[in-house]
């Protein structure tokens, strides 16, 4: 059987298989790769997860898109590999779980794709023993994930640029303490002026020597590993074939985007609520079929979802039959009847975002942080406007409240404890470099280390 095959959602770059879209990252075009179909579970199969572990659920969903470009044993061992920490599903009330995705080594759901991606891709770049620079841009947690996962691993460096007034102290010391094979850049503006560089030194005739490749989730080998906890979730909260309700909590799509392959994969799924925070582009779309970014981003203290571009809008809006280019021009709309059918989406202030987590842990004693009660408050407002009933719901939690110490402490009066892998940060010593927003200073940067 021949490999899935995967185009661009601009329509003007070569197919490429698995191999060919991890190892570019971003389309020549500057598109996005998507699954020139996307290949289906069946109904028993689904059903067979209830009784299986994470890996091996990972290795089943995977493997409909890497048949063809590695061997599925190997595959197995590789998910064996990525996914040796806890899921938590924590009950809240009646059939509404947390899923807790912040046991990883970084105490972050981007834990899930760039531990897949780095053993993926690390192989890939042996096998053609070559060498790879990725480059990733980051709003909180992608880049500790991607830094911590690609440490050490041989023909790759990585370089990580990030917002330097937008992260937590912790999300910025999980990317400077590092080394080795790994540079970070702070840059003097947004994560969407750091995302435009990046994007720009792709398709920079200038950089064409460089082996350049991406792991922000314009890579869709972020969001294949993260399809892969939706079919975890309902297989433990669901009965075979019964829909479920996701919440997740979106900043630049890449997550939700795992949720909605995991739907058009064969999982069954009520709704699936897209909570922002006030970067309230999505729901502003959903309800007037009119884009417009919002510039300069807003600064919240959901700081990983301070998108106001997200680039995997391109990507959902090409599931519904539209396309919106890179820029945010919309050529062709989508079908919209759908998308509200099938999606809730709410903005979510930091106020409300406060109030969230302060009520979550009086009333629950369900501790969140403010990634996952914007997840939290946009679920209750779907309930609010769609009753549950019985339903089986999932909200996701992408991140560990000790990452954000502060903040919960405010809020909620606790004080939660840090992960080892969070405490042993406080004592080290942090190094990289600082950049104004500019892509030639950026170019000049990549001319000279690389």
Same mark, same amino acid.
């Given at each position: 059987?021949?490999?899935?095959?995967?185009?661009?959602?601009?329509?003007?770059?070569?197919?490429?298989?698995?191999?060919?879209?991890?190892?570019?990252?971003?389309?020549?075009?500057?598109?996005?790769?998507?699954?020139?179909?996307?290949?289906?579970?069946?109904?028993?199969?689904?059903?067979?997860?209830?009784? *299986?572990?994470?890996?091996?659920?990972?290795?089943?969903?995977?493997?409909?898109?890497?048949?063809?470009?590695?061997?599925?044993?190997?595959?197995?061992?590789?998910?064996?590999?990525?996914?040796?920490?806890?899921?938590?599903?924590?009950?809240?009330?009646?059939?509404?779980?947390?899923?807790?995705?912040?046991?990883?080594?970084?105490?972050?759901?981007?834990?899930?794709?760039?531990?897949?991606?780095? *053993?993926?891709?690390?192989?890939?770049?042996?096998?053609?023993?070559?060498?790879?620079?990725?480059?990733?841009?980051?709003?909180?947690?992608?880049?500790?994930?991607?830094?911590?996962?690609?440490?050490?691993?041989?023909?790759?460096?990585?370089?990580?640029?990030?917002?330097? +007034? !937008?992260?937590?102290?912790?999300?910025?010391?999980?990317?400077?303490?590092?080394?080795? +094979?790994?540079?970070?850049?702070?840059?003097?503006?947004?994560?969407?002026?750091?995302?435009?560089?990046?994007?720009?030194?792709?398709?920079?005739?200038?950089?064409?020597?460089?082996?350049?490749?991406?792991?922000?989730?314009?890579?869709?080998?972020?969001?294949?590993?993260?399809?892969?906890?939706?079919?975890?979730?309902?297989?433990?909260?669901?009965?075979?074939?019964?829909?479920?309700?996701?919440?997740?909590?979106?900043?630049?799509?890449?997550?939700?985007?795992?949720?909605?392959?995991?739907?058009?994969?064969?999982?069954?799924?009520?709704?699936?609520?897209?909570?922002?925070?006030? +970067?309230?582009?999505?729901?502003?779309?959903?309800?007037?079929?009119?884009?417009?970014?919002? !510039?300069?981003?807003?600064?919240?203290?959901?700081?990983?979802?301070?998108?106001?571009?997200?680039?995997?809008?391109?990507?959902?809006?090409?599931?519904?039959?539209?396309?919106?280019?890179?820029?945010?021009?919309?050529?062709?709309?989508?079908?919209?009847?759908?998308?509200? *059918?099938?999606?809730?989406?709410?903005?979510?202030?930091?106020?409300?975002?406060?109030?969230?987590?302060?009520?979550?842990?009086?009333?629950?004693?369900?501790?969140?942080?403010?990634?996952?009660?914007?997840?939290?408050?946009?679920?209750?407002?779907?309930?609010?406007?769609?009753?549950?009933?019985?339903?089986?719901?999932?909200?996701?939690?992408?991140?560990?409240?000790?990452?954000?110490?502060?903040?919960?402490?405010?809020?909620?009066?606790?004080?939660?404890?840090?992960?080892?892998?969070?405490?042993?940060?406080?004592?080290?010593?942090?190094?990289?470099?600082?950049?104004?927003?500019?892509?030639?200073?950026?170019?000049?940067?990549?001319?000279?280390?690389?």
């Amino acid at each position: 059987m021949g490999s899935l095959k995967f185009y661009s959602t601009n329509g003007k770059a070569p197919m490429v298989d698995l191999k060919g879209a991890l190892l570019a990252g971003q389309a020549p075009d500057r598109g996005l790769y998507m699954p020139e179909h996307v290949p289906t579970l069946d109904a028993g199969t689904i059903a067979s997860f209830a009784k *299986r572990p994470y890996h091996e659920i990972a290795e089943e969903v995977i493997w409909r898109y890497a048949e063809g470009v590695i061997d599925r044993g190997t595959l197995g061992e590789l998910c064996r590999d990525a996914y040796n920490y806890d899921v938590p599903l924590e009950k809240v009330y009646d059939r509404v779980h947390v899923m807790r995705l912040d046991r990883g080594p970084t105490a972050s759901f981007k834990d899930f794709a760039a531990r897949m991606m780095a *053993r993926l891709i690390g192989r890939f770049v042996r096998e053609d023993g070559r060498e790879l620079l990725i480059l990733t841009a980051t709003s909180g947690d992608t880049g500790s994930a991607v830094a911590s996962a690609f440490h050490g691993v041989p023909g790759i460096k990585v370089l990580v640029l990030f917002p330097i +007034n !937008e992260v937590s102290d912790r999300q910025r010391k999980q990317m400077t303490t590092l080394r080795d +094979n790994i540079r970070t850049i702070a840059i003097d503006g947004k994560f969407d002026d750091a995302q435009a560089m990046v994007k720009r030194a792709f398709s920079d005739p200038a950089l064409s020597g460089l082996p350049l490749s991406s792991a922000n989730s314009i890579n869709i080998g972020r969001l294949l590993p993260q399809s892969v906890y939706y079919f975890y979730a309902a297989s433990r909260v669901a009965q075979a074939g019964e829909p479920v309700v996701l919440s997740v909590p979106s900043g630049n799509f890449g997550d939700m985007m795992g949720a909605v392959l995991a739907r058009e994969m064969g999982l069954p799924v009520k709704r699936l609520v897209v909570p922002v925070n006030e +970067n309230d582009e999505f729901p502003k779309f959903l309800a007037t079929e009119h884009y417009e970014k919002v !510039e300069p981003s807003r600064a919240c203290i959901s700081n990983a979802m301070n998108v106001g571009h997200p680039s995997n809008l391109a990507r959902l809006v090409n599931v519904y039959g539209g396309w919106l280019d890179e820029t945010g021009v919309l050529h062709k709309a989508p079908d919209f009847a759908a998308m509200r *059918r099938d999606l809730f989406s709410t903005s979510v202030t930091d106020q409300e975002t406060r109030d969230a987590i302060k009520k979550a842990w009086d009333d629950y004693k369900l501790l969140l942080e403010p990634h996952g009660a914007v997840g939290w408050k946009g679920f209750l407002d779907y309930c609010a406007s769609e009753p549950l009933g019985n339903a089986p719901a999932v909200v996701v939690e992408t991140a560990h409240p000790a990452k954000f110490p502060d903040e919960i402490e405010r809020t909620t009066g606790v004080h939660p404890d840090a992960p080892p892998a969070l405490a042993a940060l406080d004592g080290l010593t942090e190094d990289y470099d600082s950049m104004p927003a500019e892509y030639e200073a950026f170019k000049a940067y990549l001319v000279k280390k690389y």
